[in-house]
């Protein structure tokens, strides 16, 4: 096993080989005038095959152990973004062998319980469907089986049985099973991880709210059946809740049993941390400011991570997954990209400077780099503040700015 952390060269590899090109935690770069050519890593950890006997681990540069993930995660589900959007944050291969990465241990597990949850917390009432039912009754229901009442009955002469087949309306339909399964294996995982994260007295909150919601719904599913039971296109969260139930039942291979949260190994996986973290920032600001926050908006010349429309302070906000921003200076190509964006009509529409022409002064607008600091508790620093009143200038650079946004660590506030 080659296990490296974030931007780090595989040492072993000087030149540039096929067996490494199919990878996604590395590619073939010079990431610097300096540096020699290579295969580095990026803004990805995870795990991953090179070939049938080697993988690749990739870790953060701050201890992996010390991230605060699932307060990131559960984060994340706290503002309006579209499920689709935090599906790109991460790819799972559960169709390769396991990886031993004990660095790694219950990163994506809890990745996946945590959308999951999320999903399931947006549906708003049970999905409810016909169930046919076949049962031995005292009273005819439906139609009567002929055949089965004749064998197990009149044959039998119990006369004071009919076996009838019957339609019931009910929330207990195939989709609900597959989902409730999935929500006791979520909670069966976080009852017996042995980390203790801040959050997880929320989360184990959320899956009993989730639990109790489906009450009604009987957990009995057969592994036979799972990859049949399909959610109807119209309803979005079901569609999603039961892609994920499917992943969360696969991942711990059907047993609960399997889930004592000392296991070594891993499934082949990748984090993009750097989408990670502007989901998380994005969190933190939709707490802090709701509606005053638009995401990604639309321009000629990208897609500024967010745009803050508070009357009279407008900014254009964008998240750096560079925690060297804290000691140096910003790179040339994130000044120019957001030196454009403060440039576009459309962006400065969208902030509320509608009368521009070619004759007019360009305005003041705030450029506002916010970038992590490793090995630090977090808490939500915009609560109760305005971004002007969290700026840090850049030296030399006219209206550019930098708020630290801490990454949450386990056992600090």
Not at 6 to 24: A, I
Not at 25 to 51: C, R
Not at 104 to 113: A, E, G, H, P, T
Request: with cysteine; proline share 4%; hydrophobic share 35%.
């Amino acid at each position: 096993m080659i296990q490296i952390q974030e931007h780090d060269k595989v040492q072993e590899v000087d030149v540039q080989n096929e067996m490494f090109e199919h990878l996604s935690l590395v590619s073939w770069t010079k990431p610097n005038e300096k540096d020699s050519w290579g295969y580095y890593a990026s803004f990805k950890i995870g795990a991953e095959w090179i070939d049938d006997h080697r993988a690749l681990v990739v870790t953060t540069k701050s201890r992996m152990e010390n991230i605060d993930f699932l307060g990131m995660f559960m984060t994340c589900f706290t503002s309006d973004l579209a499920l689709e959007s935090f599906s790109k944050i991460y790819t799972i291969d559960l169709d390769s062998p396991a990886i031993e990465a004990p660095s790694l241990r219950n990163v994506m597990s809890l990745l996946m319980i945590v959308h999951f949850i999320g999903v399931v917390g947006r549906i708003k009432s049970l999905k409810r469907g016909y169930v046919n039912y076949s049962e031995n009754l005292k009273k005819v229901k439906g139609r009567i089986n002929v055949l089965k009442n004749e064998r197990l009955n009149i044959a039998a002469k119990r006369y004071d049985h009919i076996y009838c087949d019957y339609d019931e309306y009910t929330a207990d339909i195939p989709e609900n099973r597959l989902i409730k399964k999935a929500l006791l294996f979520s909670r069966q995982f976080v009852n017996l991880s042995s980390q203790s994260y801040s959050s997880q007295t929320r989360l184990k909150q959320m899956i009993n709210r989730a639990v109790a919601m489906f009450e009604q719904v009987s957990d009995d599913v057969e592994i036979r059946d799972v990859r049949q039971i399909r959610a109807n296109k119209l309803f979005k969260e079901y569609r999603e809740a039961i892609r994920l139930a499917k992943l969360i039942l696969r991942h711990f291979d059907y047993s609960i049993s399997k889930m004592s949260g000392k296991e070594a190994t891993v499934t082949p996986f990748t984090i993009d941390m750097s989408l990670l973290y502007e989901h998380y920032v994005y969190g933190l600001l939709h707490a802090a400011y709701g509606n005053e926050i638009k995401y990604q908006a639309s321009s000629l010349t990208g897609k500024p991570d967010f745009l803050y429309l508070h009357e009279g302070g407008q900014a254009i906000l964008d998240t750096k997954y560079i925690p060297k921003f804290e000691k140096s200076t910003l790179d040339t190509y994130i000044v120019r990209q957001l030196s454009g964006y403060s440039r576009d009509l459309g962006i400065l529409h969208q902030l509320g400077y509608t009368n521009l022409d070619e004759g007019s002064p360009i305005p003041p607008v705030p450029c506002v780099i916010i970038y992590p600091k490793e090995g630090s508790g977090a808490s939500n620093p915009f609560i109760g503040a305005e971004p002007c009143e969290l700026y840090d200038k850049v030296a030399g650079l006219l209206h550019f700015y930098k708020i630290c946004v801490p990454l949450p660590s386990i056992g600090k506030n």
